[in-house]
Each structure stands twice: as structure tokens, then as C-alpha cells.
DNA sequence: TAGCGCCAAGTTATCGTTATCAGACCTTCT
DNA sequence: AGAAGGTCTGATAACGATAACTTGGCGCTA
């Protein structure tokens, strides 16, 4: 490979000043209009592509943001990621990922080396994060946006909801339908700081119901697979058969579990009802279809890129948005009478 | 915000040269011990994060590569960014992603989107891509790797298998266990190439076993959910009661196909036998399990980074690394003797 | 003690774009 | 006809880091 193609290059080739194929690549900017035909035409025929890193580094700014999550593989942030992507894109601006892999102290090493990009804005899963890291996000001078929860001394703005109060809601319901007996499955770290909010949320509801929330179950270090839902749901079986519901951390273990159950010729929901969370689209497929949460994960990143919108348009002071979730019942918790 | 903090400030504060600074943020490079310790804490007290921007202008690296997935929300390419990612991180370099949408013209679009901020080398999902894209890939210099295919013409490097093959495969299991009368849910238009692919190689395994392959039923525009693929099912019932077989573009439409047999009270494998793609996790959960491909997909992006690393110390011809598949048999295509 | 080599740190120029200011040219109006 | 205003284009410097080269000091050898 010889050297690159740069926009002298091209100015020279096209006969103009590197200012003006400068301005040939910019929208909104004045040239000519046959001259700006002109000078891409040149450009695509010598193979010219525009280097945004020097673009980047002379205007200060970047067009990015960026958005931390635990890991990729989980529909959930997926969902987010697409809706900040969607709405950040229509506007110029693009998303980098990074992965925390549920562990605060990756965050960190992460979120320094996310804004050693110089993102324009940096969007959070999550509202627990360690001293430095909020340190660094302070002194970024950027909007930041935590998401996924409702922390109680936010750094900047906030698009969430309490994990734990959607476990006060699903309780209810269960008990309603008559079961009283109910344990939960979830990760047996605190690696998922929203999977540990759900499990709190659970002990405080079953105590406010005056039940004594001792059938926690943990299936392993977080994500729980549908593996981990299928095997943490035998020990509950085997260990406490009188068991009448089960709250999963997930949708992807409630599946897990529900399997679980279909293998042993246990049924859902006479014998035991079962509900997830995460409103996954298995949950609403699957025979009997899973009682859920829905946390309108979507929604949660197109707002996250409202907010971004605004704030970098005249910085107002921070917002905290609170998202709405759906308690979704369905066939696993229906009634037995 | 006031201006930002850069080297310069560090170095001042710091009382030693900008280069000095710039060393200490470098491994191996000379910097005595306490020099570098005392510059790094400066640094810290200061809240000076260092600018890859300009890094990477002045050194002509910006150690990303690129990689075009179709959607972000897929656990088999989310498996290959994560094997990708993963090798690549230990060594240094960070993935950047970017969807194509099953559409090679945005694939287009999104090539060049990369190549300006100038990744050093390129992962491609898929081996079908518009003419441009072709030449832009060409002209960049740098190592091109396609996947999940075996393109007859290569731009660089290979890390895939045919997906039609894996097809092959399946067809003559599914005959080998008693069944003739086979049907192929897929996507219905060729936006997904590699799904196009496993139907062309359905219908040329059908055709070299002697039967007509009429049975080919359209689920929507790829990706193709579970419940497209429950609503086809739910077609294939109606219209075609006599199939004995049906294979889905992927588990997710597999598993929603079968879903949709238990809601009706057809019997699986008994009154009709399922295979999907993609060994995905659900297919070794659900009751009963599916029969599957599994495409190792982490595999393939580990095999694609270590293709990169070793591209870009000594650039040799291009290589093509074929991935072997598996026919992974499971409960939903017992035979039924 | 001269001479060589090594290490740590400094100097200068530069990566490829864009901000900014200045100038040329063309209308339009008084 | 000349001033005023608009549109388009160009010259220059700068964004914040690093490559490449240079310098100064020290230890070692002959």
C-alpha cells in the first residue's frame, strides 16, 4: 500500500484548494454546486476516502456517544442499543459500545477508555458505578445518562425504573392468584446490580406481605442462562416440592426453568406458576406463553437519545425520566382454581 | 467546561517535556520509573484523560477493527463479535460495529462510514457486497476478512463454510429417518444471503435425492422471528397437513414453529419433525430439544483475529480458513419406528 | 583520561483535516 | 457609477498527540 489519498490530493486533481473539497464533503456548506459534483466525482474516482480522525481531532468533535452495557449477547440491551442507535443516527452522531461485563470495576477501565475517544455524551447501564468513575464522568464535561435503574445520587440525567419495585408488583400478583410459597431465582453475585435490585425488591415485597422470603435460589454468576434457570429450578423441585411460584431474574431462565419443569412432568402453571422478567420475545412464544415484566427496553434508549439531543443543544439542568413497566400476565401464572 | 486538559497542562504541572508525558502513557518506552509514576499521578490529579483522537492522527494507527453484522440483536454473530473482540482485546486493538440491516447497499454505506475513521483491518458478515464495496475494500490496503460464507471470489482472507452445504447435510438426515415429504421456512426475500444460500442448498439437496422441493414456505423479511416462524407453521399446517419434515432458517423460527405445533396438538417429532440453524441456546432447552447446525460461531471470530494479529505482522496471500459445521440430532427429528 | 555506548529527556516538525479571516467576483440599488 | 451586500473560494494556522532526531550525563573500558 502506498501512501493514503488525502484532500490535497484531491484538490490538486480537481484543480481547487483543499478548504474547498473540504467544504465539498460538509452539508450546508457554500460551494458551487457543479464545483461540489465535481470534486466528489474526482475524489470517488481516485479512491479518495475522508479521514474523520483528522476531522475529529481539528473541529473537536467526534459525533459520538457512547453507551456502556454488560455484555452483547442479551436482547434487553440490544433493544436499548438499537433505540439510542436509531434516533442518535438520524442526527449524525453514532453509538460505541462497550461491554462492562456485569463487573463495576470493568466499568471503569471502560469508561476511561471510552472518553479517551471523546465521545459527545456518555449513556450508562446501570446507577452503580465506583468512586473514579464518577469522578471521570464529573470532569468529562459531557452529558452523561444513566439508564437501566434509578439510582439515588445520579451523576447527570437518568432514563430508568426501580428494579426492585417491579418485584413488589409481580409478588402481588402471584399472591393474588393465590400462591404464597414463592422463591426466586437469580445470580448468586451482585455482578448484575439490577438482578441484585430485583432480588431485594422480591425480600422486601414477600416481607411487606408478611411472608419470609426463604426460598432464594442462586443459579450462578450473572447472566443466568437457561441452562443455569433449568438446573437452579431441579434443586428447587427436589429441595422444596411444596414450592407454588417462581420469580426468575430473567425471561431467559423462567424459560429454563419452565423446561425444567415440562421434563419432569411438572405442570405449569397447576403445579407451579413461573414468571421472568425482561418481556423477551420467547416469553410470549412459548407454550405455556411466561408472565413477565416488560421494562420497554426500546424506549428506554430512544429516550436516553432525546435527552442527548436536548442536552446538546442548551445544556439545561439534569432529568431524571422515569419509565413505566408493564407487569404482562400471562398463561404460567394464571389462576388454578 | 472550561478547555481541556492536555498534555501540555501535564507536562507543565509535571515540569518535564510533553514527549516525557506522552512516553509515560506508553509501555517500553524509556521513561524512568519514578519519572513516570510522578507524571501519571500529576496526571490523575488533574483529571487529564488522555486524547486517542490525536494519537491516532499522529501515529497513523488507531488500533480498530471494523466488523458489518446484519442486526446487533442475533446471538450467533453476537458470539462471533465476541470471540473477535475478545482476542483482539488482549492484544490491543478494539472491535468498532457496524449493521448492515440484511442489506448490502447499506453495507455499502456503512464500509465507508468505517473506513474513515481507518480500522486497520476489516470483518465482513457475508460474502455478497455491491460493486463499490468491493473496490473500496480493495483500495483501503488493509486486511479484508469475509465470514460466514465461502465467496467463489474473495477480496482477502476466508473465515466461513457454505452455507448451503450444511443444508445438504440436513436434508439427508431428515430422509435417513423416514421423512420425504420436507418443507424450508425461510426468509422471502434474499436480503439475508446466507439464509437465501440455505435455501438454494435445500432445494438442491431435494432435487439430488429425487423429490421436487415445492414445500417452500415465506416467513416475512429476514430477521425471521419466532413468531414468523410460528405464523408459518401455522400456513404449512393448514395448506400442507401431510409435510413430515420442515427445516427453519434459524432456531428462533424453528422453536417458534414447534410452539406452534404444541399450541395446535400436532406432535413432535411423531406427526412432524423439526431442524433449525445456528445451535442456539434454546434448541438444547426446549422440550423437545431441536435438531440443529451448529455454524461455531465464536470460533469463527476467534479464527478471524487470529487471522488479523498475524495479517498485520507479516502480510502473506490470502488465506481461507474453511469452518467445519456440525448436524447436532436431537429430539425433534427421532425417527419414529 | 579519552572515547564509546547507553539511557533518559528534550526539540522540532508533522499527521489530515477545519476554523477563521480575507479576498475576488457578481448583483442590485440609489 | 459607486457603494453595499451576497456568494464562492483561498491562505494560514491550529487541533493534541507522536516520529525522528538530538542532547546531556553517566558508567565502563583501555
Given at each position: 500500500m502506498q501512501r493514503a489519498i488525502t484532500m490535497k490530493d484531491v484538490a490538486k486533481a480537481a484543480g481547487v484548494s483543499v478548504m474547498t473539497v473540504s467544504r465539498a464533503f460538509k452539508a450546508d456548506t457554500s460551494v458551487r454546486h457543479e464545483t461540489r459534483q465535481e470534486i466528489r466525482k474526482v475524489a470517488e474516482d481516485l479512491g479518495y476516502v475522508f479521514d474523520s480522525t483528522a476531522a475529529n481531532l481539528r473541529s473537536q468533535k467526534t459525533g459520538f456517544v457512547a453507551i456502556t452495557i454488560p455484555l452483547i449477547n442479551n436482547a434487553n440491551f440490544a433493544d436499548t442499543v438499537g433505540g439510542l442507535s436509531d434516533r442518535l443516527g438520524e442526527n449524525g452522531l453514532q453509538v460505541i459500545l462497550g461491554y462492562t461485563n456485569y463487573n463495576i470495576k470493568e466499568e471503569e477501565r471502560l469508561v476511561e477508555q471510552l472518553l479517551r475517544r471523546r465521545p459527545e455524551a456518555m449513556v450508562l447501564t446501570g446507577g452503580r458505578h465506583t468512586e473514579r468513575t464518577r469522578r471521570l464522568l464529573n470532569s468529562s464535561g459531557?452529558?452523561?445518562?444513566?439508564?437501566?435503574?434509578?439510582?439515588?445520587?445520579?451523576?447527570?440525567?437518568?432514563?430508568?425504573?426501580?428494579?426492585?419495585?417491579?418485584?413488589?408488583?409481580?409478588?402481588?400478583?402471584?399472591?393474588?392468584?393465590?400462591?404464597?410459597?414463592?422463591?426466586?431465582?437469580?445470580?448468586?453475585?451482585?455482578?448484575?446490580?439490577?438482578?441484585?435490585?430485583?432480588?431485594?425488591?422480591?425480600?422486601?415485597?414477600?416481607?411487606?406481605?408478611?411472608?419470609?422470603?426463604?426460598?432464594?435460589?442462586?443459579?450462578?454468576?450473572?447472566?443466568?442462562?437457561?441452562?443455569?434457570?433449568?438446573?437452579?429450578?431441579?434443586?428447587?423441585?427436589?429441595?422444596?416440592?411444596?414450592?407454588?411460584?417462581?420469580?426468575?431474574?430473567?425471561?431467559?431462565?423462567?424459560?429454563?426453568?419452565?423446561?425444567?419443569?415440562?421434563?419432569?412432568?411438572?405442570?405449569?402453571?397447576?403445579?407451579?406458576?413461573?414468571?421472568?422478567?425482561?418481556?423477551?420475545?420467547?416469553?410470549?412464544?412459548?407454550?405455556?406463553?411466561?408472565?413477565?415484566?416488560?421494562?420497554?427496553?426500546?424506549?428506554?434508549?430512544?429516550?436516553?437519545?432525546?435527552?442527548?439531543?436536548?442536552?446538546?443543544?442548551?445544556?439545561?439542568?439534569?432529568?431524571?425520566?422515569?419509565?413505566?413497566?408493564?407487569?404482562?400476565?400471562?398463561?404460567?401464572?394464571?389462576?388454578?382454581?
Open positions: 459531557i452529558p452523561i445518562i444513566e439508564t437501566w435503574d434509578l439510582p439515588s445520587e445520579p451523576i447527570g440525567h437518568v432514563v430508568g425504573f426501580s428494579n426492585a419495585a417491579t418485584m413488589q408488583a409481580m409478588v402481588e400478583h402471584l399472591i393474588t392468584t393465590g400462591r404464597r410459597r414463592i422463591a426466586f431465582i437469580g445470580g448468586d453475585t451482585d455482578g448484575d446490580t439490577r438482578g441484585a435490585d430485583r432480588r431485594r425488591g422480591f425480600i422486601a415485597a414477600m416481607s411487606s406481605q408478611g411472608i419470609e422470603p426463604t426460598r432464594l435460589i442462586g443459579a450462578g454468576t450473572p447472566p443466568i442462562s437457561m441452562r443455569e434457570g433449568a438446573d437452579a429450578m431441579g434443586r428447587l423441585l427436589t429441595e422444596m416440592p411444596d414450592t407454588e411460584a417462581v420469580i426468575c431474574v430473567s425471561d431467559l431462565s423462567a424459560f429454563g426453568a419452565m423446561s425444567e419443569c415440562q421434563r419432569r412432568g411438572v405442570r405449569v402453571p397447576e403445579d407451579i406458576a413461573i414468571a421472568g422478567f425482561g418481556a423477551y420475545e420467547i416469553a410470549d412464544i412459548c407454550v405455556p406463553t411466561i408472565t413477565t415484566i416488560d421494562p420497554h427496553s426500546r424506549r428506554i434508549g430512544e429516550q436516553a437519545a432525546e435527552l442527548i439531543l436536548s442536552a446538546l443543544k442548551s445544556d439545561r439542568g439534569p432529568v431524571c425520566i422515569e419509565i413505566e413497566t408493564n407487569l404482562v400476565v400471562r398463561q404460567s401464572s394464571m389462576p388454578t382454581l
